[in-house]
């Protein structure tokens, strides 16, 4: 059975969300990392003043009870809630973790180089730390965690509807068993904090779910047999699509500009 991706920024923010509570400057658990940089060389932390800190120590310098933090996954047309400073920056890389504690708010946005071969592929992440106004007003703007559960119910129903009645609901027989398997998919649970509660977490596999879809069905254009479905399906696609990627947010917001709701806890 396949594992479903997390984009290295929500793990990053689920981990961050999970250890707030935790004396400022206390070790970061060995799991947490492991969680974040997965196959990748050790992350670096780099600030505005080009000053380096291995992840660990960006993160225990980050710890405060009253840290606020969501990851943002903006896409072409839709940079919301993304602060202007890192807007081109969070597009590219597609992803952005936002901080906020003590007054200060800052922007991680992160530059992935990858290096070796496709059979042993290997990745540099450093992560680029940025003063930001607060942000927190913005992101409350984009839904709550309630929101994004019944948003994804609604909008797989009305994403299927849409394609099955465009008649472009195709797939050849490879994709076919990539989607079936993507049904029983889940994300790996070395990745996550513990005790994530479970709505958080059936958010999350489900936008990663919905997430690996999407990305499966822009590779053709199904049965669509003239511009206009094709437009249609496209479309469709592209609503599923910020759908997704605003619910798994949600299900990265944690702090106290989040609002009260469980929370992953981390006695490690």
């Known amino acids: 059975m396949p594992d479903l991706d997390l984009p ?61 933090v969501v990851a943002l996954l903006p896409a072409p047309g839709d940079v919301a809630g993304v602060p202007a400073a890192v807007s081109a920056q969070a597009l590219d890389a597609r992803e952005v973790v936002l901080l906020r504690s003590a007054g200060r708010s800052l922007a991680l946005v992160p530059e992935v ?44 129903t009305d994403v299927t509807d849409a394609l099955v009645r465009l008649d472009v609901a195709h797939w050849d027989d490879e994709h076919a068993a990539q989607v079936v398997a993507l049904r029983d998919a889940g994300v790996p649970t070395w990745r996550l904090p513990d005790r994530l509660d479970a709505r ?44 997704a990627r605003r619910a798994l947010s949600a299900a990265t917001f944690a702090g106290p500009a989040a609002g009260p709701g469980p929370q992953a806890s981390t006695p490690r």
């Open 113 to 156: 180089t990858g290096f070796g071969s496709a059979l042993e592929p290997g990745h540099l992440v450093t992560w680029h730390a940025t003063e930001v106004p607060d942000w927190t007003l913005a992101v409350q703007g984009l839904g709550t965690l309630e929101d994004a559960d019944r948003g994804l119910r609604r909008g797989l």
């Open 200 to 243: 958080r977490g059936r958010i999350l596999a489900s936008a990663a779910r919905l997430l690996a879809i999407v990305d499966l069905a822009t590779r053709d254009d199904g049965g669509a047999v003239n511009l206009w479905q094709a437009d249609q399906r496209t479309a469709a696609l592209r609503d599923v699509d910020r759908l």
């Open 8 to 68: 290295r920024g929500a793990v990053l923010a689920l981990w961050l969300g999970a250890t707030a509570a935790r004396p400022a400057g206390s070790p970061v658990p060995t799991a947490a990392l492991r969680g974040v940089q997965g196959d990748d060389e050790p992350h670096e932390v780099v600030d505005a003043t080009g000053s380096r800190l291995d992840l660990a120590d960006a993160v225990a310098s980050w710890t405060a009870p009253d840290l606020d």
